[in-house]
T-cell receptor
Framework: KAGVTQTPRYLIKTRGQQVTLSCSPI?????VSWYQQTPGQGLQFLFE???????NKGNFPGRFSGRQFSNSRSEMNVSTLELGDSALYLC??????????????FGPGTRLTVL | GQQLNQSPQSMFIQEGEDVSMNCTSS?????WLWYKQEPGEGPVLLIA?????ELTSNGRLTAQFGITRKDSFLNISASIPSDVGIYFC????????????FGTGTSLTVIP
């Protein structure tokens, strides 16, 4: 079974631009969660999508948004980029059912650099 | 948000030594997960625990779900250089939806 894939792997943008990141979950998984990872802050939860609906949301500004398609693929968008948005963005896939027995599997991440 | 206290923050050990790290929470968890992350890559799942008291092994790795459901530990026996990386604990809290909370990580360096 193929793992979680994320594209692109690396991205360089300038301040004020916007960016879209993509995540394809493991086949059969309906939940996709997004995280921002920086050296100083660790893994910070952005949001989780399940069956095309945002089910959970972390404490990030509205510049960070996402969506999920009917095939469970998800995209994350960051508008008006700031230098502090430079980070590794990870998505994690899970069945999304019965959280007491669910497990998250991560993709390789997208390294975003904002200049 | 929920904070997981993971310790130690970093470890420098000799090859062949055993390693122990742990995570504690102020809330009861119903799942504990342990991940390893290498530079430039996403975290890779090592062990998943779903029941209080559960003890699970994966090769030289052993993890336990604490009886109080507020803690978990990970042990690595006979460490080798490829064990180098950052180890994260993660867990989910009952009735909070499908959200997982992560520890701040333990950076492990193995000296050959």
């Amino acid at each position: 079974k193929a793992g979680v894939t994320q594209t692109p792997r690396y991205l360089i943008k300038t301040r004020g631009q916007q960016v879209t990141l993509s995540c394809s979950p493991i086949s059969g998984h309906r939940s996709v969660s997004w995280y921002q990872q920086t050296p100083g802050q660790g893994l910070q939860f952005l949001f989780e999508y399940f069956s095309e609906t945002q089910r959970n949301k972390g404490n990030f500004p509205g510049r960070f948004s996402g969506r999920q398609f009917s095939n469970s693929r998800s995209e994350m968008n960051v508008s008006t980029l700031e230098l502090g948005d430079s980070a590794l963005y990870l998505c994690a896939s899970s069945t999304g059912l019965a959280v007491s027995t669910d497990t998250q599997y991560f993709g390789p991440g997208t390294r975003l650099t904002v200049l | 948000g929920q904070q997981l206290n993971q310790s130690p923050q970093s470890m420098f050990i000799q090859e062949g030594e055993d390693v122990s790290m742990n995570c504690t929470s102020s809330s009861i968890f119903n799942t504990w997960l342990w991940y390893k992350q290498e530079p430039g890559e996403g975290p890779v799942l090592l062990i998943a625990l779903y029941k209080a008291g559960e003890l699970t092994s994966n090769g030289r790795l052993t993890a336990q779900f604490g009886i109080t459901r507020k803690d978990s530990f990970l042990n690595i026996s006979a460490s080798i250089p490829s064990d180098v990386g950052i180890y994260f604990c993660a867990g989910s809290i009952p009735n909070t939806g499908n959200q997982f909370y992560f520890g701040t990580g333990t950076s492990l360096t193995v000296i050959p």
